[in-house]
């Protein structure tokens, strides 16, 4: 069972909704820590109880993602968003290129970086269909440095069902669908996510890296983008985002102790299915991304008739759903399903959406 605090039916796209457990040991951690009489928020990140929770924090990575030790867990502020930047810096050579895949706002902006730090091919887009399908059957060049993808597409609510066979490093976004479901971690170089998403409160972001494809490029490495110095340091290399680390940790634990990837995948399945079922059902809703593209953490929707909308606003109040509204970019709503949101919400949503059909349609 997965619980709640209040009654508000928290759908958040990000900052995202954390279990409760999760909240409330956070909030006693910031008065006393670890039973030392401090807060976890003026204490040495060097001390022996914080470090404590950085080695934990990054063993959980390996744990669920059932890796050795050739790959290392980094945590590092900046956001996804500096990893799109970190990632060409690290491994993208001078006189090589690095292939993307672009499917979405995120994946677009990544692009962007990596192209001001030297050359790359995007192999692949679904730009043409407003990014409401992904992508298929495209060829990785064996002679790229890396390829990139974003596993969901958290915006436009598309996700990635399979990864494509690749021949060179496989580097991944998963900030908004990390450990919502399995996937084969061994398959992949690099792997990095905001934590605001699905596993923690903004302010880090975790990577996961196969060390053998670092050190590699030629470049005169700034310590700071470089992913080496941060592995020496083991992710304190300066002062690491503690909170957010620790509520990490804590998220991280929570789902091991639940059951781990298996437990939650099932779970998001339901939810998914039980939401994209009445989406399809309802006469006065209508989904917004190719069918078997559909994201299982984003779900976009639209009504069938603009006026609609206001009067679903309404409604969605009575029932306490919070956080639905689309994204600007696509309108309509938007109901996000990450790993702490029970069922119940879900439910919740459905029955706003069938009360809404039997008043309105
Ligand atoms: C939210 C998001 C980002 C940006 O994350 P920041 O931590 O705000 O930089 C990048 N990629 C994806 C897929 C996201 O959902």
Redesign the pocket.
């Known amino acids: 069972m997965i619980a709640t605090t209040t009654k508000i039916h928290n759908f958040s796209?990000?900052p995202g909704i954390l279990p409760i457990d999760v909240l409330k040991q956070a909030s006693e951690a910031c008065i006393n820590f670890d039973n030392m009489g401090l807060s976890l928020l003026e204490i040495s990140h060097r001390s022996k109880n914080y470090v404590a929770v950085m080695d934990e924090a990054r063993q959980l990575v390996k744990d669920l993602f059932e890796v050795g030790n050739d790959y290392e867990v980094l945590y590092l502020g900046?956001?996804?968003?500096?990893?799109?930047a970190m990632v060409p810096y690290n491994l993208l050579t001078e006189n090589g290129f690095a292939a993307y895949v672009n499917t979405?706002?995120?994946?677009s902006?990544?692009i962007k970086e990596a192209k001001i730090l030297g050359n790359v091919k995007v192999i692949a887009s679904s730009e043409d269909k407003k990014f409401t399908y992904v992508p298929k059957g495209y060829e990785i060049p064996a002679d790229a440095d890396y390829f990139h993808c974003?596993?969901?597409?958290?915006?436009f609510g598309t996700q990635m069902k399979a990864f494509p066979k690749c021949p060179v490093p496989l580097v991944c976004?998963?900030?908004?669908?990390l450990f919502s479901r399995k996937v084969n971690a061994k398959d992949f170089s690099l792997i990095y996510?905001?934590?605001?998403?699905n596993m923690g409160p903004?302010g880090s972001?975790m990577i996961l890296v196969k060390k053998d494809i670092l050190g590699k490029n030629g470049r005169k490495m700034l310590s700071m983008l470089d992913y080496n110095a941060h592995i020496k340091g083991e992710s304190m290399y300066n002062t690491p985002p503690v909170f957010p680390v620790y509520v990490s940790m804590l998220t991280l634990r929570w789902l091991k102790q639940n059951g781990g990837v298996e437990w939650i995948e099932k779970i998001n399945q339901t939810k998914a299915d039980t939401l994209y079922n009445e989406i399809d059902r309802n006469s006065c809703f209508v989904g917004t991304v190719a069918k078997e593209d559909r994201s299982f953490m984003?779900v976009c929707f639209l009504p069938t008739k603009p006026e609609y909308e206001a009067e679903f606003d309404k409604l969605a109040k009575t029932y306490n759903l919070s956080g639905i509204k689309g994204h600007r970019d696509v309108g309509g709503y938007r109901a996000s399903l990450y790993n702490a949101l029970p069922l119940e919400s879900v439910n919740a949503l459905v029955e706003a959406m069938k009360e809404f059909e039997k008043k309105f349609a």
């Open positions: 796209a990000g900046g956001g996804a968003s500096t990893q799109f979405g706002v995120w994946a902006k990544a974003t596993s969901n597409n958290t915006i976004d998963m900030s908004s669908d996510a905001g934590a605001q998403k903004a972001t984003n």
